[in-house]
């Protein structure tokens, strides 16, 4: 109920997937909702924005679990339920007892009644999540374990270390803690997630677990990750904020993503120049910033395909220049830059769909450059010389980190994008590898 108006579930369900989709849409509603600026003239460079962040995050939360939710109804309405994809998608639901996260899905779960345990308050959190991920492995959807789990994310809301960090198997996701910043995207369709001709051997006594890999590469050299954005991405300023404070405002959102992108596109042209030219190792970079193997299901169809050369023309102008450079061209007192075939309504358009993907793509990761020049993002906590594989029967490629002195023995750091070689993978020779 809102000021004494019933809406129904569907109508709550299908308004959050309209504002999931339509950045636009999303920023009228919270400035719609904005109170007014008290002081127009503050020099707090936060300025123009009309309420404070943690509203804000709460407004794009609530509406994310939203659609959260109405996905698990749809997939318990259609009988096909499972658990590891329950899991996979509401991993960033929060509850008291982590163990509840688990056991509350067991009752809308189709195949809950196949699992080897039962929920039970006697055990630890560390027996059930290892359970838990046991019968997982087990199913079609195995490689869903893996999605959330390894040592290279970093915490995504709250500031607080899981005490299971080191007492868990690398490849057990610890559904107590938010430690999945970096975490790449992946469909969410559960016919995408399955695999049915592949399975993993587990050792529950030495709590391995056994994947056939073939090795893409090592990481040699490594940028820090891109941090998050404290801004949000699709917010404009407040109507009554001054231009000096649109500017800083504009300036203060994007500084760490322009950072990100200069400075790992530069890496990019350092260190692949022996096997691509300049030109062409930056339209790659952009490719892997759009992570061109991947399409989000909440999107809106843009204007131009966004991993095009156009696309990045327009992102690079409005993403890295400051709003006055922008302000002349709007106002006609420069020549538009970007040609003829791409106007100036269609590039405003497609800039903010751009710089939102851009954020959804990049933000958690590290940008690396491999030993034979591959780019990759990475889980941000990786290192140099941890490998990036493919694993038979998986969809998105893996950073392992070899334990020392012992061939193909690791640690699941997390997944990845790799430039050019991204999805399932044929073909190659496989060799065993055992995570521990």
Known sequence: MYKGICLSWDTIATLAVRLDKDVGTTARLVKHLSPTVANAESSDPRVGLSLPMDTIRNIITHWGNAIVIEDCRQLFRSGQSPLAILLYTAISFKSKDPRDKIFALFGISSDAQNATFKPSYEDANDLVFLKTAIFILSTDYWFTILLHAGCGYERAISGESSALQHALPSWVPDYGSD??????????????????????????????????????????????????????????????????????????????????????????????????????????????????????????????????????????????????????????????????????????????????????????????????????????????????VHVKGGYVPLVLRKKRFQPRIAELVGTCSVSGINGVCTGVNWEDWLLV
């Open 179 to 388: 430690d999945f910043l970096g975490a790449r995207t992946t469909p969410f369709s559960p016919g995408c997630l399955k695999n049915k001709d592949e399975r993993v051997n587990i050792d529950i006594d030495s709590r391995t677990i056994q994947l056939r890999c073939a090795v893409v590469d090592t990481i040699q050299h490594l940028y820090p990750r891109a941090k998050t954005i404290e801004y949000s991405t699709f917010l404009s300023p407040h109507p009554k904020a001054t231009f000096t404070q649109q500017r800083q405002y504009v300036r203060n959102m994007r500084s760490d993503g322009r950072q990100f992108y200069l400075q790992a596109r530069q890496l990019a042209r350092d260190h692949s120049i022996q096997r691509i030219a300049q030109v062409a190792a930056d339209q790659e970079f952009w490719e892997l910033c759009m992570d061109s193997d991947l399409h989000f299901y909440d999107e809106l169809t843009p204007p131009f395909p966004p991993f095009s050369l156009s696309a990045r023309k327009i992102f690079e102008f409005f993403y890295m220049k400051d709003l006055d450079e922008i302000m002349e061209v709007l106002t006609h007192r420069v020549k538009w830059p970007l040609g003829e075939d791409i106007t100036m309504d269609r590039a405003l358009e497609m800039e903010l769909f751009l710089s939102h993907r851009y954020h959804r793509c990049i933000v958690g990761k590290a940008f690396c450059v491999t030993s034979s020049g591959l780019m990759a993002l990475v889980p941000p906590l990786s290192k140099i010389g941890d490998t990036i």
